[in-house]
Structure formats: C-alpha cells, structure tokens
C-alpha cells in the first residue's frame, strides 16, 4: 500500500476517534448547566468546583492511591508468574501462557459477576471458611467496600501486567544469562543485574496497564464496591447520567486524561531500558 495512503488513514484515525472526541470533551468542560440546559459559554467554574470541593478530591486521592496500589499487587504477581514461565515452564510453557491469560477469553462483565459471586455472602470463599471452621457464620464484610473492588481488579488486571512483562523477559537473550553464570555470578547476581534491569521495561509498562484500567474503571466499584468502593469514575458516571451534569463530568473526565498521560510519560521515562544499562 503506498505509504501516503497508509499515512493518511492512520491520521485519520488519531483525528476521528481521539483528537476530535478529546477535543468535544475539553470544550464540554468549560460549560456550565443552568435549568438543566447546557449554556456554552467558556470558564473554568468546573474546574474550581472540582478543586475546592473536599468530595471530589478526597474521592480522586482514594482512586489514585488504590489504582496505585492494584498496578503494584498485579505487578508483584505477575513478575515472578512469568519468570517462572519462562524458565521453568519447560514443555508446559506455552499451556501455562495461555492459562494466565484465560480470563481474557471470559467477558469482562461476567468476570466481574463472577467475583460477586464468589465474596458474596453464600459465596465460596465463606463456604470454605464456615466448612473448616475459621467462621463460626459467613460474613458479609467480603464483598461491597475497597477490598473485594482491589480482588476483582486485580483478575481483570493481571493478564494485561503479565503480558508486556513476559514479552520483555522472552527477548532478553540467553547468551546474556549464560555470560554472568560463567563469569560467576550467582543466580540472585544474575538477577539484579542481568534480568531485572532488561525486564524493567516491560514490569513498567504492566504496571501502566493495570494503573490506568483502574483509574478508570467505574463498573467494578459499582457493582461490587457499595458505597464505601465508590471511585472517581463512578462520579464521572453519574455525572453523565442521572445528575445530567455533562460539563463536570467532563471536567473529571479530563483531569483523569490528564493524569493517564502523565503517567505514560513517567513509565516512558522509567522503561527506557537503554538508561538503565548505561547507568549500571
């Protein structure tokens, strides 16, 4: 295909389904609602309102701070699941690939469900507990706050963290690794300065992934948080439904954009396997 053709249709692309919507979002936020009719004259009032109102931002510092700490608990697991995979996964290695990344083939509404099951309170998670004798009744303190929306986010998360973070290890050459053992480094030696800084990439990138799906993510902390789960995106939600507040809605909508470039900029920066090697 001619290159200019090719050009063109991914300029297309960008302008139609990012640039345009962006920019049709930016514009709402700087409206107002008045009498339930959005008046189209510019300020930045959502913005203060969004800055000076203690509601919203407690609710986006609790978003950060669990987006943050799911993007940290799904890259602890998945590292060392794909090291393992790698290098020991031997004849079963490709069966064990697929396996993580099964619940990718399940929807995502299903999969959220799912987790409701399971934590709820005739769930099976309490079945267990009762069964053994932990509890001597099931609880219902399982589900419907911060710690059943981080489980459910963390299943939805993990294949999208483990996948950057195996393709990282996969191409880092073996000769590498056989260099340091025969130049005597242990395997914690070959570790730290051979695997780790090489895979830096890719374990920086999963965590982008998993931080940014929570950042956003609204149906989770709806269908399995109540009300003590509730995240910004769920204010975002409402804002576009029942409170018909577009303009503010998309005021939150941007802040978060904002935040998910500043992120992608700062992993850029931290994934750049090329420093970290010349630094070493």
């Not at 640039?19 to 339930?36: K, N, Q, R, T």
């Not at 710690?147 to 996948?163: D, E, G, Q």
């Not at 204010?235 to 576009?240: C, D, E």
């Amino acid at each position: 295909m001619n290159r200019n053709i090719v050009i063109g249709l991914i300029a297309a692309w960008v302008l139609l389904f990012i640039l345009i919507p962006i920019g049709v979002m930016a514009a709402y936020s700087l409206w107002s609602v008045e009498d339930f009719k959005i008046v189209k004259k510019m300020s930045f009032r959502n913005y203060e309102e969004i800055f000076l109102n203690g509601t919203y931002l407690s609710v986006l510092w609790k978003t950060i701070r669990l987006s943050v700490f799911v993007g940290l608990l799904a890259s602890l697991i998945s590292y060392p699941l794909a090291v393992y995979i790698r290098y020991f996964g031997g004849r079963y290695k490709h069966f064990l690939y697929l396996a993580v990344l099964a619940p990718l083939l399940v929807g995502y509404l299903i999969r959220v469900y799912a987790w409701r099951s399971i934590l709820s309170e005739n769930g099976v998670i309490n079945s267990i507990l009762t069964m053994t004798g932990i509890l001597a009744e099931p609880t219902d303190k399982l589900l419907f706050n911060s710690f059943s929306v981080v489980v459910t986010m963390l299943c939805i998360a993990i294949p999208f963290t483990f996948i950057p973070i195996y393709n990282a290890i996969e191409k880092i050459p073996a000769y590498l690794l056989n260099a340091a053992a025969d130049l005597g480094a242990s395997t914690r030696q070959t570790f730290i300065t051979v695997l780790f800084p090489l895979s830096l990439p890719g374990l920086v990138t999963g965590f982008m992934f998993a931080f940014i799906a929570a950042l956003g993510d609204y149906m989770t902390p709806s269908l399995v948080g109540g009300t003590s789960g509730i995240m910004i995106g769920n204010i975002v939600q409402s804002q576009f439904g029942n409170s018909f507040n577009w303009p503010l809605g998309s005021a939150l909508a941007i802040i978060i954009l904002i935040m998910t470039l500043l992120v992608i900029v700062v992993s850029q920066k931290l994934g750049d396997v090329k420093g970290v090697i010349e630094e070493g």
